[in-house]
């Protein structure tokens, strides 16, 4: 084998363990896919969501289902047995105005039942619990009996005094003019009412088009209820009153329908209108909260002085962005991976696949280091100075191979009797050819510093930091060493 023992070494370098293996020992580092979901199936609020999180409604929607059922059933008997009639004896525009306003009425009830009202997130665990060490520190809290903090906050808006209520639901102080649903369980920005009828709450992000839906809705009631008492009047006029119900009973039906909805519905146009023209919203008209009764310094800070500036801002004004983001994905758990062990795990999962493996390269740097501490002498190669020893990044007089990192599996303690006679067998006839040279009994050969170790790896080790005086006394310690390693 040649000095520097490269041959051997590379049939045996330590390869990257396969672990593509059904042994769950085998595989530390595989991850597990998790499938990604969307926030709005962990959402804590009781809602209802459709198309993926698309369309946001109440979980109580048996209301909802009546009002979609009477314009429908309404609207289809207009068009289908009033509209032929007036479009002949009267003009065809009524179907036309009909159906416009139909289309408008089912675009706005949809839009204002399947959005987000203006939901406002809750706190977070951390959120909560920084909210909490506030209130505490504000309030002064001491330790002497229990007593709740005040959970209320004031600001000052145009003037105004405006207390922001804790939201023990939510864990937030609730912005100005927000409430809590107690039917959705959910905190909505500028709350205006919660509304059975459009199966959703009526709040910051939808108000513009539940007003829309209630003023169009009563131009329809009105315009199918006038005009299905036209037809019947055209009709008792060719073959009489009672003949004209007969022939035509779906009517009878429509007007009995718009006449017991268009009071509510006009009415409650009325009141919305009232409220946008004052820039208001239902729940502050019911609790009174900017009435004139409480002082005369009380007014609503929120209102812009003007009818018309009021209607533009509510009506026309930037619908904001929802706050809860209900179809983002939920950041999942990132999973740690194993602690780097060094080789030693897999060393311990597959340690009679490699027991050969690491016990030749156990012979092998024996047998390396050996030879390149007594070739030096023997073959009277050039000498090294100290500081190619200790240059950074050059292997040492006395480095196994490169192939073996400090990361690789460390080999068993207990080392075969084989690695001592390994060595021996290329020492001493080496020390036949030379026999000139004296060589020290084992008792008077003073052994170098550290020479006897645990393991050949960690002798490699320490031939980088020995003080050397000369070259010549170097070759001479390590014969020496290796004289008294054999008589061990």
Not at 408 to 434: F, G, I, Y
Request: hydrophobic share 35%; glycine share 8%; charged share 15%.
């Amino acid at each position: 084998m040649p000095p520097g023992g490269g041959g051997p070494m590379k049939d045996c370098e330590y390869s990257q363990i396969s672990t593509h293996s059904s042994s769950p020992m085998e595989s530390p580092h595989k991850k597990k896919k998790i499938a990604a979901r969307r926030k709005w199936e962990v959402f804590p609020g009781r809602n209802k969501f459709f198309c993926n999180g698309r369309i946001m409604m109440a979980r109580q929607t048996g209301v909802f289902y009546l009002t979609l059922i009477l314009i429908l059933v309404t609207s289809g008997l207009f068009f289908a047995f009033d509209c032929p009639y007036l479009a002949v004896k009267i003009t065809p525009a009524i179907p036309v105005v009909g159906g416009i306003l139909f289309f408008f009425v089912m675009g706005t009830l949809l839009r204002t039942s399947f959005s987000d009202p203006g939901v406002l997130p809750r706190a977070t665990p951390d959120e909560a619990a920084d909210l909490e060490r506030q209130i505490d520190i504000a309030n002064g809290t001491s330790s002497g009996g229990y007593r709740p903090p005040p959970r209320t906050k004031e600001v000052i808006i145009n003037g105004q005094t405006v207390k922001l209520k804790y939201c023990f639901t939510c864990k937030i102080f609730r912005p100005p003019r927000a409430s809590h649903c107690s039917l959705c369980d959910n905190c909505v920005e500028r709350f205006d009412h919660h509304c059975p009828w459009v199966g959703n709450c009526v709040g910051k992000r939808n108000y513009r088009f539940f007003y829309m839906f209630i003023l169009s809705l009563s131009f329809l009631t009105v315009f199918i209820f006038a005009f299905v008492i036209t037809h019947v009047i055209l009709r008792s006029q060719q073959t009489g009153f009672l003949n004209a119900l007969k022939d035509s009973p779906a009517t009878v039906l429509e007007a009995v329908v718009c006449f017991f909805s268009v009071w509510s519905i006009v009415g409650l146009s009325g009141f919305h209108t009232y409220l946008i023209s004052s820039n208001q919203t239902t729940n502050e008209d019911i609790k009174g909260s900017w009435s004139n009764k409480r002082g005369k310094e009380n007014y609503n800070p929120y209102s812009y002085g003007n009818i018309f500036t009021n209607c533009c801002v509510a009506l026309c004004g930037p619908i904001s962005p929802s706050l809860i983001d209900r179809r983002g994905y939920i950041q999942p758990d990132t999973p740690q991976p194993a602690a780097p062990s060094d080789g030693i795990a897999a060393y311990g999962a597959t340690q009679s696949q490699s027991d050969m493996c690491d016990q030749d390269q156990c012979i092998q740097s024996t047998k390396f280091v050996l030879q390149a501490a007594a070739t030096p002498l023997l073959q009277s190669e050039p000498s090294l100075t100290s500081d190619e020893l200790h240059l950074p990044g050059k292997p040492g007089l006395g480095t196994p191979c490169a192939s073996l990192t400090l990361g690789q599996p460390t080999p068993p303690s207990s080392m075969p009797n084989l690695t001592a006679e390994a060595a021996l067998t290329d020492v001493l006839p080496l020390k036949e050819e030379h026999v000139g040279h004296q060589f020290l009994t084992p008792e008077e050969a003073p052994s170098p510093p550290r020479m006897l170790a645990g393991s050949p790896l960690a002798h490699s080790r320490t031939m980088h930091v020995l003080g050397l005086a000369s070259q010549d006394s170097l070759h001479e310690d390590s014969v020496r060493g290796l004289v008294k390693l054999s008589s061990v």
